[in-house]
């Protein structure tokens, strides 16, 4: 009987630990490219967390911005596009072939902006997503706050 007991609750021990690491990295990795938040250096990494009604921008466990949903002004999202000429250059020296194959491929880079405005204050940020996040930031950014998210490469700029 205790051999029993042991192995239930090992069992339930080895189900519910992996479920706790889980639990306690919500949110979406992105980096950090630029913006309002003073706490937060160009290019560093931070996780993106979106809750039923704020958007919260966590780094090393500590909580940087706070925006509630309803400040939030306008969402972007844009692309932008670039050859792996260094890479490139680095496979020819092996390879000439694979090289040259290299130079045709390209990589994206995916953005997303996100400005708001509350009675005190005014901000706003551009984040760098992973290529199988951004469609999920997008959708649960569109989704708590009502606004729909605009393609950076259709707005016009006017000088």
Not at 45 to 71: C, H, T, Y
Request: net charge positive; glycine share 12%.
């Amino acid at each position: 009987m205790k051999k029993i007991v042991a192995g239930f609750i090992s069992a339930a021990l080895c189900v519910l630990s992996p479920l706790s690491t889980f639990a306690s990295e919500s949110g979406y990795k992105v980096t950090y490219d630029g913006g309002s938040v003073s706490e937060v250096k160009t290019g560093a990494g931070v996780r993106l967390v979106i809750d039923a009604n704020q958007i919260r921008l966590v780094k090393d466990k500590s909580e940087v911005l706070v925006v509630p949903a309803s400040a939030v002004t306008d969402i972007s999202y844009g692309q932008d596009v670039h050859r792996r000429v260094g890479a490139a250059i680095g496979l020819a020296v092996v390879s000439f072939g694979i090289g040259g194959l290299m130079a045709l491929t390209k990589s994206k880079k995916h953005y997303i902006g996100l400005t708001w405005a509350t009675a005190d204050t005014k901000g706003g940020f551009a984040m760098q997503c992973d290529k199988d996040d951004y469609r999920g930031i997008l959708a649960g950014l569109e989704g708590i706050t009502g606004k729909k998210a605009v393609d950076s490469a259709t707005m016009t700029v006017k000088n």
